[in-house]
């Protein structure tokens, strides 16, 4: 009787992961300890022990059961860049696996912080050619940032902890972990769970060297014609109020990259813009005239550099960036800056002198002012039959005031979206920028929900890229998601048909398009919507749809043949960017 | 080889300024290492001469030496990229001229040839070749030392009768390291390294499903 009680009495003392459970458990136990709250993932055989051994968790950790694993980890990634925190995703072997590996990819090139964890066949059968057993680490190894398979319960605390810490610290990036169902279910002596903050071969930080800071400052105050772009970095170093403190102590106009947008509010008077290939003019044919180029936190993207050898070559260029890799990779610097901007910024905006170029951002006004009539107008205020992209946004503009999150898939849509879109907080516009991966607006529009639970979250996606993934629509209805999907149906595959007429003597091969009943579809999966083709009920369709209870899918039949400009043509160097 | 050379002073908008280079590399011993060291070159299509991988001299560490052909600038990023890798602690690359470097080669020839022709057995010698087995039909002998050489050693034993041939990839120190072994020692000392953990289980059926 005495023992007895004293054994109950212990365990109300510890928590149940003092001793001996399963693996399973034991990573649940990680996640809660890593203050993990909502999973994206799909069961299967492999994974079962782990779901198992979820079902006593539902009351501390959230699970959403998306309709295909490419979903839940677009949904992971699009909770990752609202929260800022690692993205979780569940998925089983073989399939379940493989249909990840679009979304680390994505992740991967985008710098997203993602922990997979993906079920695998027991440990023996591997490399037997069992059931669902694929080779995912190997498949994986070139779209993860570190990857491992754990074959023995006892490596989950270590493992997991290790995985945490590469996918957030440094420059950020999917992690994948694969565990064997034997380690599922393998019971071990877990002995609590300690987080991991230093592994011996990752330096996530390189050591900032202050004489370059100096060279750069030095740059930067003989400058006359500085120009500043930016990049995901400050908004993955959480450094936007050190990076406004800069441009505002320096005077320097500064342009983004898509996925630096709104890491500074659009309406900033130092934010001229978006660079890159269908960036803003101004900003494209600046970069060929600036003296000292500042690159913070972005990569030189091609579709941000246009034509390498006719880029910028008459600037000097600073480049900050925190992944070493990244210096000299496709633009050589004239003063690189090692180390993570949030650093690094404060120090060279103490360095600089207090200046303005009202001259030189006359310059940039000037050239806003051609883009005006020869884009904006038409984009913004058409006078055309049919609606335009850009007008949709801009009433979505005037409705939110720029305070949604905008989540944009990929192709005509998405540069008019980033083009036109207002922005007063970080954090807000969430797309795929590196890899492109069409499918990726509704899936990452439901994760950037649950990441930014108290904002109002509008996907804008065209009526291809929505056909990739709409079966997430079941997702959105059985956890009620209250998400708002702008569909822009042009009936056209619209990048694709845009190219083709410009440089393919418009033969159309295989991009007209046909679409089933978006407005009925959603309806099916009780989803509110309706379709809108007229001027005059455009606003108050868009209102209708905001102020709904709920998800709600909003169909704009647009031109079908409208292009997107301005528009730097491949092979071409940004200073021979096109308006029409 | 040759014909890259012949290519690039026809086309002289090739990139010039290829040429050898030694990659050094230290690595935790993990499983899947090699697989990430190598996908780097495979994905920009480079081929890898040789490669050479195992223990350094401390446990729980690993060297590789990589032989690629290529330019300073693609190496440049070639290196970064690896080292980037989070289970990669340093890398380093070298042209020829800055490294001691050496390839073992073996030879296996029948004893009759060597028996009775005097030649061969002065050839051998010139080459500095050492018999490691000595057998009733075959010997098998070893040399070492640049490519050059075991090339030419090749050449000289064909006509009586070469039988088998192999070459290790390229060892290499670096000239101007000052110091690896007791840096790489303190590191270990400091920091131990993990164990590496390999699936025990393959052939432990019933034991995993009844664990």
């Known amino acids: ?40 993932g799909y069961p299967g055989g492999a994974i079962m022990p782990i779901y198992d051994a979820l079902y006593d968790y539902r009351d501390k950790l959230e699970h959403i059961l998306v309709r295909h694993e490419q979903g839940s980890i677009h949904a992971a990634q699009g909770f990752a860049r609202t929260s800022g925190e690692v993205g979780i995703v569940f998925a089983t072997s073989g399939p379940g696996a ?29 490399g037997t050619d069992a059931f669902q057993e694929t080779d995912v680490v190997n498949i994986t190894t070139p779209v993860t940032k570190w990857n491992y398979q754990i074959t023995d319960a006892t490596e989950i605390p270590s493992v997991l902890a290790k995985a945490f810490y590469i996918a957030r610290s440094g420059r950020p990036g999917p992690v994948l972990i694969d565990i064997t169902k034997n380690a599922q279910i393998q019971k071990f002596d877990f002995e609590g769970y300690v987080p991991c903050n230093h592994i011996r071969s990752y330096r996530p930080k390189p050591i900032v060297r202050p004489e370059y800071l100096e060279a750069a400052a030095k740059l930067i105050n003989e400058a006359k014609k500085p120009f500043v772009i930016f990049g995901q970095g400050v908004i993955l170093g959480e450094a936007e109020k050190e990076f406004k403190a800069f441009i505002e102590k320096s005077g320097i ?55 390498l050898d006719k880029y910028a070559k008459q600037a000097k260029i600073i480049h900050l960036d925190i992944d070493p890799s990244e210096i000299d990779k496709n633009v050589k610097s004239t003063v690189p800056v090692w180390g993570d901007c949030k650093e690094t910024l404060p120090m060279l905006t103490k360095l600089v002198d207090k200046k303005t170029h009202p001259e030189w951002l006359a310059r940039f006004e000037d050239l806003k002012q051609k883009e005006t009539e020869t884009c904006f107008n038409k984009d913004l205020r058409p006078t055309s039959d049919t609606l335009s992209m850009g007008e949709v946004i801009n ?28 922005f007063n907080q970080t954090r807000s516009n969430v797309t795929s920028g590196g890899l492109g991966t069409m499918g990726f607006g509704l899936p990452a529009a439901i994760g950037a ?7 109002d979250v509008v996907a804008i996606i065209g009526d291809g890229g929505f056909q990739m993934t709409l079966q997430e629509l079941g997702t959105i209805m059985q956890n009620d998601v209250n998400v708002k999907i702008i569909i822009l149906n042009n009936e056209f595959l619209g990048m694709v048909r845009q190219w083709q007429e410009l440089f393919n003597e418009r033969r159309y091969s295989f991009t007209d398009i046909q679409s089933p009943d978006f ?42 043949e409208h292009n997107v400009f301005p528009m730097v043509p491949q092979g071409c160097s940004v200073s021979e960017i096109r308006l029409s | 080889m040759s014909t890259q050379q012949i290519d690039t002073s026809i086309n002289s908008l090739l990139p010039t300024g290829k040429q050898e280079y030694t990659i050094t590399v230290y690595t935790e011993n993990q499983i899947g290492i090699l ?70 080669a073996l030879y296996k ?103």
């Open chain 1, 1 to 40: 009787m005495e023992t007895l009680e004293i054994t109950k009495e212990e365990i109300k003392q510890e928590p149940k992961n003092a001793t001996n459970v399963t693996g399973s458990v034991a990573l649940l136990e990680i996640l809660l300890a890593e203050k993990v709250k909502t999973i994206f």
């Open chain 1, 98 to 126: 493989t249909n990840l590996v679009t979304g680390l990819a994505d992740a991967m090139i985008d710098s997203t912080p993602l922990v997979c964890i993906t079920g695998q066949v027991f440990a023996h059968l591997l």
């Open chain 1, 253 to 307: 106009p500064a342009a983004w990259t898509i996925l630096g947008l709104s890491a500074l509010s659009t309406d900033h008077p130092l934010n001229v813009g978006m660079l890159g290939m269908h960036g803003n003019y101004g900003p494209n044919v600046l970069t060929n005239e600036c003296d000292v180029l500042i690159a913070v936190g972005m990569r030189f993207d091609d579709r941000v550099t246009g034509r």
């Open chain 1, 395 to 422: 009433l979505l503009n005037e409705l939110t005031d720029g305070n949604a999150v905008i989540v944009s898939d990929v192709g005509q849509h998405q540069m008019v979206a980033c083009r036109y879109a207002k």
């Open chain 1, 449 to 455: 929900k649950f990441g930014a639970p108290d904002r």
């Open chain 1, 519 to 560: 407005v009925a579809l959603a309806a099916s999966y009780r989803i509110a919507g309706q379709r809108v083709s007229e001027r005059d009920k455009l606003k108050d369709s868009l209102k209708q749809m905001l102020e709904h209870k709920g998800a709600y899918l909003l169909e704009v039949m647009v031109g079908k």
């Open chain 2, 35 to 104: 697989n990430r060291i190598s996908i780097i070159f495979s994905r920009r299509k480079i081929n890898i001469h040789n490669l050479n991988t195992s223990p350094s001299e401390v446990p729980g560490i690993h060297r590789f030496n990589i032989v690629i052909e290529e330019t300073d600038e693609v190496l440049k990023k070639l290196v970064r990229q690896i080292e980037k890798q989070v289970d990669v602690l340093k890398a380093y690359y070298n042209t020829n001229d800055e490294i001691i470097w050496q390839e073992m």
């Open chain 2, 109 to 211: 020839v029948p004893t009759d040839a060597i028996a009775e022709k005097a030649k061969v057995e002065r050839l051998l010698h010139q080459f500095g070749a050492r018999a490691v087995a000595i057998r009733k039909d075959y010997t098998v002998f070893e040399t070492t030392g640049h490519r050059e050489e075991t090339d030419k050693l090749i050449e000289a034993l064909e006509p009586y009768g070469l039988i088998e041939f192999v070459r290790s990839a390229r060892v290499a120190i670096i000239k101007d390291s000052s110091g690896f072994h007791s840096k790489v020692k303190e590191f270990e000392k400091r920091q131990p390294s993990e164990e590496v953990i390999e699936n025990e289980f393959l052939d432990k059926q019933e034991e995993v499903f009844t664990m």
